[in-house]
């Protein structure tokens, strides 16, 4: 082998290696995440579009979520979604409907429902827990999405109490947004996916404002979820994250 390749090998392998010892652990790349998603609290205005067999429809709605435990919704819009409501409060969930002024607790069975007829469950709406707290990870390797360099990584739950027991989650190595993901019953099942749209920064934050739903055991177009405005770390009146409220 000659001088000059040997010198090339030898930059090829430095290089190699030095990209190696750079690159974050499964844990560090949780946290960056995390960083990102989980603020003290937050509160935002959203539309989905459900996406059905025969037609599609939009519903807008108002959250006000404080940490992992506390979070209240209510819909805008259409006319005939508008007052419905939902009060979460650790693991406990109620909604409201003001067509028959009742609350209604959303417990065991039920959690895996629709909501609204999208592919997002009670139980998406309510897993706020940090990914680091509710999975062990690995990082499997790197791909791309578009045109964004990812961290492939594949989560393992760490208790029985969460609603995927497996993901696989593709992460930007830049922005440390999840951009794609695929979420598995404990059987390896297939049962929704993720892909991420527009991300952009808010208040030092990178968040998707775009991204589809898919759930893969119904039929259907998918729900498409937008962020129309977001506020992080705002100030919330405790007597929102009451059932009295609910009401109001």
């Not at 001088?3 to 990209?19: E, F, H, P, Y």
């Not at 109490?161 to 922005?175: L, M, T």
């Not at 947004?177 to 208040?203: D, F, I, W």
């Not at 991204?211 to 998918?222: H, I, N, P, Q, S």
Request: charged fraction near 30%; charge should be neutral; aromatic fraction near 8%.
């Amino acid at each position: 082998m000659s001088r000059s390749a040997i010198l090339i090998l030898i930059g090829a392998l430095a290089a190699s290696a030095a990209a190696f010892a750079q690159a974050p652990s499964a844990e560090e790349i949780l946290d960056r995440v995390d960083r990102n998603a989980v603020p003290g609290s937050k509160i935002l205005v959203s539309e989905m579009t459900i996406h059905g067999r025969r037609e599609s429809r939009t519903i807008r709605a108002k959250s006000w979520i404080e940490g992992e435990d506390k979070a209240f919704t209510e819909y805008l819009d259409p006319p005939r979604e508008r007052g419905v409501k939902m009060l979460k409060l650790g693991d406990r969930l109620w909604t409201y409907s003001p067509d028959t002024d009742r609350a209604i607790s959303i417990s065991g069975h039920m959690l895996r429902q629709s909501v609204m007829g999208s592919d997002l469950s009670y139980e998406d709406m309510m897993e706020d827990r940090t990914l680091r707290d509710a999975y062990e990870a690995r990082v499997a390797g790197d791909e791309a999405v578009g045109d964004r360099p990812c961290w492939v990584l594949e989560l393992t739950a760490k208790s029985g109490d969460v609603a995927y027991p497996s993901r696989k989650s593709w992460v930007d190595k830049e922005r440390f947004v999840v951009l794609k993901e695929e979420r598995y019953a404990k059987s390896g099942k297939l049962l929704k996916t993720l892909e991420a749209g527009a991300v952009g920064r808010v208040q030092g934050r990178w968040l998707p404002f775009e991204a589809v739903f898919r759930d893969a055991l119904k039929e259907g177009g998918g729900t498409e979820f937008r962020i129309l405005s977001v506020a992080f770390d705002a100030p919330i009146p405790e007597a929102l994250f009451t059932k009295a409220s609910l009401r109001k």
